[in-house]
């Protein structure tokens, strides 16, 4: 029988909760992020598509070169492969979910 997990019991930052699916019997994993005005991560893709649903604040993609505004209520897909960051554009604090079709999150790092 499933039981709720707590968003708040999930590993992670003050910035971002991680749901790994593997660890709870789930094809999917996904990020809670929270960013305060002018902070996201950097710069890097995954070999998969990643789906945000923006709940909170303003954000501004940028993948590959190109900048994507985006506001609550909207959902941003990032294709396959593709070269991707975030920043908070925001007065106030960023909250979004971002899906990934994965058992575990695949992430290179491209500015690092």
């Known amino acids: 029988m499933p ?3 707590q968003a708040a ?9 991680l749901f ?3 660890d709870h019997g789930s094809s999917v994993s996904f990020f809670l992020s929270r960013h305060p005005p002018g902070e996201g991560p950097g710069l ?3 070999p998969y598509e990643e789906t945000f649903i923006l709940e909170e604040g ?7 070169g190109e ?8 959902i941003v897909v ?4 593709a070269a991707h960051r975030f920043v908070c554009s925001g007065d106030g604090p960023l909250r979004m979910v ?9 992430q290179e790092w491209l500015d690092r």
């Open 58 to 64: 303003r954000v501004t993609f940028t993948v590959d």
């Open 9 to 17: 019991d999930l590993p992670g930052s003050a910035n971002a909760s």
């Open 44 to 46: 890097h893709r995954h």
């Open 98 to 106: 971002s899906i990934h079709p994965a058992e575990r999150v695949q």
């Open 67 to 74: 900048t994507i505004e985006a506001e609550p209520g909207q």
């Open 78 to 81: 990032v294709p396959a492969g």
């Open 3 to 5: 039981r709720p997990l």
């Open 20 to 22: 790994e699916g593997a």
